[in-house]
């Protein structure tokens, strides 16, 4: 074994050829590792549920084979089995929707808390940072009375009758009960208030003595150098969104037509046996985020990078 | 002139462009907070004929109602131990002090949660006895869940973060790999992970099998409580931790290239240079990172619910699962809030000893 390894490195070249691979073998090993429930997924989508179990066994799991055998079946059932198309919009629906409202307010509010003086500022900043170590879970209970009592135009509940004229409102069932509760974010706020922070103050000062009122200020002069910002904010609050409507749309959604993506895995709950047809359904859920991902690969690791600046 | 209009107060504006989250923040961050202190201590239920009544900390109480049964093995008259057909020791039921009311008040109505071995006495055992055993067994689970995962998931990712941060050819489209489960949901890597583990027809049984030629026997690794939570580990690590290599990262990329170089000229080998240049100069990125993932495991809920609906025997339960399981599928607001309020607490003082820890070092 040693001399092979003295032979192997006894030219200059060969010494090198050892040491690239000793660099990239641990490398490959890990994407291995971090890859392969992914390739299983996407491969199995395409193959007979029995030739995927058959597959199990060995390598083939990871490659698109046999070649005769892939097609897009799995696809095509899930598609009989669950309404994909309205689980699909759904879900862009109310994410885009919360996600505009978030960069919109979020950073409205930002520039109010760092080019204002307004009363009340330094107590609206440190309450909104304090909500960001209160978790989602233990604030679902009261947000579930909470909304169920909330009005709304076509609410479908009578609240308050008072001289014969009824209040009506409840939430449950509808696209805005997945989406208000979520606009309101603390780390959004914070993202954008850290940036504005940086911006030239005199800027904004030269602008309001020109005679721009304060909105221009915000739509002229801050937002078009605040793209990176943006971009941040927009990258996490889609993937916080459109990831994670579960639990929430479980509590409050009973009716199939405003479920997001995410609740329709429950039709495929019962049947552990059609594996063919979960993965193309795990598969219509994660390629486009991972395509998403893909094309912006940078800027999805810098606003991950980003949150971890907040220390 | 300018600097003075910047100063000067603009209550109207800042009122008007806040406003509006700040009322979204009132209404559903703010106010459900409060409610829920306010809903644990009743006993309010989501559809009840009765109104909810004040019941003041008995929630709490109940929660944290636990004793210690120490039991001895039964013994025939001459005094020997009673062993069953395995081989083990016969202990009487612990039915015989929790049903019993008048002697025994501190162990009526609980349940054994666990039992471990006393120190003293021959086989003598001590029974965990708790009035409500599925929260003792969400709080076990969560903070197991937290002590392994902490620690493992920084270190690996620290050992993900310095490997990308070589510079070699090709280095990023690691960097794009390793982070690729990050942004597929839990709830899909938790559906993919039950094909994964499966007993039967599952990848990781036939890959084990396949590799050591069937030494290995097919586990049953979300069916039984010796694996099934280490299961559960295992995948929120694969989910999350390049999530974590990228913040280590952007702290790498923070030291000083000169750092290095000096410490390359006074002659310190790969790992001193990671002992006495790298590390300190992370010291505020690895209590970042401590603090981020504990308080995301602190909320484990998406695995148990997909994968294990608690089982086998409570053996996977986590805090936020029962919170959702009483509170919202039982409708007990009242306890389901109460375990809210404790978990918040739990959160709370984490993050307190955090910024006290960082105080401590600046």
Same mark, same amino acid.
Not at chain 1, 144 to 162: A, K, M
Not at chain 2, 133 to 145: G, Q
Not at chain 2, 330 to 357: E, N, T
């Given at each position: ?311 | ?61 109940? @929660?944290?109602? %636990? &004793?210690? =049964? ?6 025939? *008259?001459? #005094? ?5 057909? !395995? ?98 949901? @839990?709830?899909? %890597? &938790?559906? =993919? ?6 007993? *039967?027809? #599952? ?5 084990? !099998? ?153």
């Amino acid at each position: 074994m040693n001399g092979i390894i003295q032979a192997a490195t006894a030219t200059p070249k060969a010494r090198e050829a050892v040491l690239f691979a000793a660099r990239y073998l641990p490398l490959l090993a890990l994407a291995f590792v971090f890859l392969f429930p992914i390739l299983f997924m996407l491969m199995s989508s395409f193959k007979p549920t029995a030739t995927l179990l058959q597959h199990s066994n060995d390598f083939r799991a990871f490659l698109p084979v046999p070649l005769n055998e892939l097609s897009l079946d799995n696809y095509r059932e899930a598609f009989n089995r669950a309404p994909v198309r309205l689980f699909i919009f759904n879900s862009l629906l109310v994410t885009a929707i919360t996600m505009a409202c978030t960069l919109f307010l979020a950073s409205l509010a930002a520039f109010a808390l760092v080019f204002l003086n307004w009363w009340g500022r330094a107590v609206a900043l440190s309450v909104i940072l304090a909500t960001m170590i209160v978790p989602f879970e233990t604030r679902a209970i009261p947000l579930l009375l909470i909304v169920n009592n909330l009005p709304w135009f076509d609410g479908n509940r009578e609240l308050i009758t008072f001289a014969g004229v009824s209040l009506k409102g409840g939430w449950f069932n509808t696209y805005h009960v997945q989406i208000i509760p979520f606009i309101a974010d603390a780390l959004s706020v914070f993202l954008f208030v850290q940036y504005f922070k940086d911006l030239p103050k005199d800027l904004v000062a030269a602008a309001r003595v020109d005679g721009a009122n304060w909105f221009q200020v915000y739509a002229r002069i801050v937002l078009p150098l605040s793209g990176p910002i943006f971009a941040t904010v927009a990258i996490l609050k889609f993937i916080e969104m459109y990831n994670n409507q579960f639990i929430w749309p479980n509590m409050v959604v009973q009716t199939e037509q405003y479920r997001p993506i995410m609740v329709g895995l429950q039709y495929f709950f019962q049947l552990n046996t059609a594996w063919g047809e979960i993965m193309a359904y795990l598969s219509i859920i994660s390629v486009p985020v991972m395509i998403f991902y893909l094309l912006l690969q940078r800027a999805f690791i810098a606003s991950i990078a980003a949150t971890g600046v907040k220390g | 002139m300018a600097r003075k209009s910047l100063l000067s107060s603009h209550n109207t504006a800042g009122w008007i462009f806040a406003g509006p989250i700040l009322l979204l923040f009132s209404v559903f961050m703010i106010l459900p907070f409060v409610m829920g202190f306010l809903l644990s201590m009743t006993n309010a239920r989501l559809i009840s004929p009765n109104p909810p009544e004040f019941v003041g900390f008995s929630n709490y109480q109940r @929660m944290f109602d %636990v &004793a210690i =049964l120490t039991i001895d093995p039964i013994r025939d *008259e001459a #005094g020997q131990i009673i062993y069953d057909e !395995g081989g083990q020791p016969t202990y009487p039921r612990t039915r015989n002090w929790t049903r019993n009311k008048e002697e025994y008040p501190q162990f009526f109505r609980k349940t054994e949660v666990f039992r471990f071995n006393a120190l003293r006495g021959e086989k003598r055992k001590n029974v965990f006895l708790a009035r409500e055993p599925s929260f003792v067994h969400a709080m076990k689970n969560t903070l197991f869940f937290v002590a392994v995962v902490a620690p493992l998931q920084s270190f690996l990712a620290l050992g993900l973060a310095l490997l990308i941060n070589q510079k070699l050819p090709g280095i990023n489209i690691f960097r794009a790999i390793y982070f690729m489960p990050v942004v597929i949901s @839990m709830i899909v %890597v &938790a559906f =993919l992970f039950r094909l994964v583990y499966d007993a *039967e027809s #599952g990848l990781l049984n036939n890959l084990l !099998g396949g590799m050591t030629f069937g030494l290995i026997e097919p586990i049953d690794w979300l069916g039984q409580r010796s694996t099934a939570l280490w299961a559960i580990i295992i995948m929120s690590i694969w989910q999350g931790v390049g999530f974590h290599m990228v913040i280590w990262l952007a702290g790498l990329q923070t030291i000083p290239a000169t750092l290095y170089e000096a410490a390359k000229m006074e002659g310190a080998n790969g790992w001193q240079r990671i002992r006495f240049v790298t590390w300190p100069g992370l010291r505020n990125t690895a209590i970042l990172i401590m603090i981020i993932i504990t308080m995301q495991a602190f909320t484990l809920f998406v695995q148990v619910a997909v994968m294990t609906d608690g089982g086998p025997l409570n053996s996977t339960t986590s805090l936020v699962y029962e919170i959702v399981r009483r509170g919202a599928v039982q409708q007990q607001l009242g306890f389901g809030s109460a375990m809210a309020i404790v978990m918040f607490l739990i959160v709370l003082s984490i993050s307190l000893i955090q910024q006290w820890i960082s105080r401590q070092r600046s």
